[in-house]
Structure formats: structure tokens, C-alpha cells
């Protein structure tokens, strides 16, 4: 059975944004049937300063039934760790102590994965024609009802029967639906600085990596630490493991302007912290790049759709605080509700009410997911609260709305 199939409809659907929700979207269009075109504001060679992990759980059998099979089947290439032959691994978060080392909970599900946000975005990326270097400036409707059309800052427009808005955090589909104002990100008041990190010596990658081999999380007085495998080049050499050191906690992040003040901030936050935690900062080697991942959200409310000719998914629709996983599970929960909807549309005058339908029910999905992230992070970074942060209470399940 060939894992795509020619288009059947002549309904066209424009795609702003192709990161891995954007792409993701792409490929389950693609493997319907359903004819797109996918526009990046980034432009081709563009080289991405940062890199993260991310975890998918219970959105994975949703990510199988939208990737081809020759894709999904390929999704081990993507893993933090590829190389580890028990995969198993990849299904447990633990969660401890950051200052006596105690085991607070162990939290995941089967089937979790942990994928390299750069590589899962190349992978889903495979066999799709982006168009690049395109920022989008305005979009036009058509005066009968029917049609949007796409503005792109170079003068080029497209033209299609409805636009999905997969851009990101900072949407510019949002802001053109809801104004600059009511679609603006609000800043979470958590510093998060983070390292990506090789040790370049065996013993103490050994140690760092101690515990959990793929994801742990320490919470402490002073704020909270994670520290996760990136990267393995080999299993059984130390020295090509790359990872994430990461640390968090109540503040405003512009009080460290450069690479050097955030190195040194890193490294005070973690000092009093117990091992390995406070050593996997200590042995950052001088001169590492330390990013300021400053973390934004934006709770859901309606907009007008234009008679479902615009909408909304992923971060572009409900971007949200990362500390209990939810982001992208959510985005690809999105997709294959905007897929399987246009799947069974009968004719393109039922995009208003398939549209409507779909937002029906993500807005307010959205909205609470982003509040529940929210206190999820405030109760997090505070020592007198965290035993009740959903991390701790619900682990990375699936919120019940």
C-alpha cells in the first residue's frame, strides 16, 4: 500500500509555518490525498542557534496514523539516544530531590518517545516542498465567500481555499486575525537558561548521565534543574554523548545580558544542588553557548475564521509553558483533527461549519492547557508548592477536559 496518495480533491490548503507541526500537517495531507503548499518564513540555509529535546506520549499513535510508514518506521533516527537498543528507556521522566537526591516520582507512559527537535524536523521534512524565505505581511479574501489569499513580504501572494497557521509562538497568522495586541505573547516569570553541553571526557559524562539515562529533573529551594541526553554518537564512548544541562527559576532573565553572565548564573543557580546536577554545570566547559529560553505563552481565545477560510494549530494556536511535555502532543492532536475533518469534507462549502467544529473544540482544549502549563510552572519553581504541580500530581498524562 503506497504510504501517499494522489490528490482526489481539488481543495487547496495553504500551510504558514513548517516546523514539526506545520510538516506533520503537510505529511497527513499528503498521504490523504489533500493538496497543499507549505511557506517558511526562515530561509533555506538557515541554521538554527538552538536545539532542545522534546517528548511525545500520548499523541504517538495520532503521529502514526499521520506520517508515511516509511516515515514513522524511520522515528528511531530522530531519538535523543538512537544508538541504546532498549527503547524502553525513553518511557520514565524521574523527578527528584535536587537537594538530598531523594526519588520524588518516576512519571512517563509506554510508548514515550524523546526526540532531537532539529532532527524530527528534518525527518518530518522528507519528500515535502517548502517554500522558503517567505514572511507572511497580510492576507485578502475573496469577495464571493470563497478564497483567502496569502501576502508574503517579497511580493509573491498564493491563493487557496483556507490557510492553517502553524507559525509558532510568535504567529503572524494570529496576529493578522486578532491584532497585535490580543494575539501578543505574555513572558512566564521563570528564567530558563540552557547548556548544550559535551563534557569531552568519559568518566564524567558517566557520572552526569547517572540515574536516568535520558530525562531527569531535580527540584530544589533555589529553583529547578533538567538534564537530559541529546545526543549519543556511540553507547559504549562517554565522550560522544552530547547533553542538555538546563536551569530554572523565579526571575527575569534580562539580568543576564551575554554568554558569560548566563554561564555563571547557570552554575550559581545549581551550586547547592546534590550530584550529579551541581557537577554537570560545574564541568560546562568554558566558552559553552548558553541560550536564554526564555518561556512565553498565550492563552486561547476565538477569532474569526472568515468563514473557515483561517485557522489556527500547535504553538501558533495555544503556545504554552514547557515543564509538564504538552506542546507539541497537543499540536499533533490538532493536525489529525484538521486532517481527519477535511478528509471527509463533502464540498468546499462546508468549510465554515468544519472549521467552526474543529475550533469548537480546540479553543477551549487550548485555553486550558495553557493556564494548567502556567500553574503547572509557577507551582513548580516554588519549594513550598511543588508536591502539587501537575509534574508531580499527573506526571505527562493527557489532561482530562
Sequence with gaps: MPDTNPPTSDLHVLIIGAGITGLVLAQGLKKAGIRFTIFE???VD?????????????????????????????????????????????EAVSIYNGQTGELLRDTGMPGMIRVDRNRMRKLC?????????????????????????????????????????????????????????????TASPVINLMAKVNFNDAERAAHVRSGNPILKLAFHPNGAMNFTVQNVLNEDDPRTWTFLVGASWPGKAE??????????????????????????TLWIPEGTRVSNNGTHYWVTIPWDNHDGRVTLAGDAAHPMTPHRGQGLNNGILDVVNLVNALVELPDKSSLPGLVSKYEAEMVPRGAAEVKTSVENSNLAHNWDTIMESGLITKGVERSAL
Design 46 to 90: 538557515y541554521q538554527p542557534t538552538r536545539d532542545w529535546g522534546i517528548a511525545i506520549h500520548w499523541s504517538v499513535p495520532m503521529l502514526e496514523k499521520l506520517l508515511p510508514a516509511t516515515l514513522y518506521a524511520r522515528l528511531p533516527e530522530v531519538l535523543t539516544d538512537p544508538c541504546h537498543p532498549n527503547k524502553k528507556i525513553f
Design 255 to 280: 539580568q543576564y545580558p551575554d554568554n558569560e553572565t548566563r554561564l555563571a548564573a547557570l552554575r550559581k543557580a545549581t551550586e547547592d544542588f546534590c550530584e550529579p546536577y551541581r557537577s554537570a
Design 41 to 43: 518564513r526562515e530561509p
Design 125 to 185: 521534512g522528507t519528500g515535502i516542498l517548502v517554500q522558503h524565505d517567505k514572511s507572511l505581511t497580510s492576507l485578502t479574501y475573496g469577495a464571493n465567500g470563497t478564497g483567502v489569499t496569502a501576502h508574503f513580504h517579497d511580493g509573491t501572494t498564493a491563493t487557496g481555499d483556507i490557510i492553517i497557521g502553524a507559525d509558532g509562538a510568535r504567529s503572524s497568522v494570529r496576529e493578522l486575525l486578532l491584532g497585535k495586541e490580543k494575539a501578543a505573547l
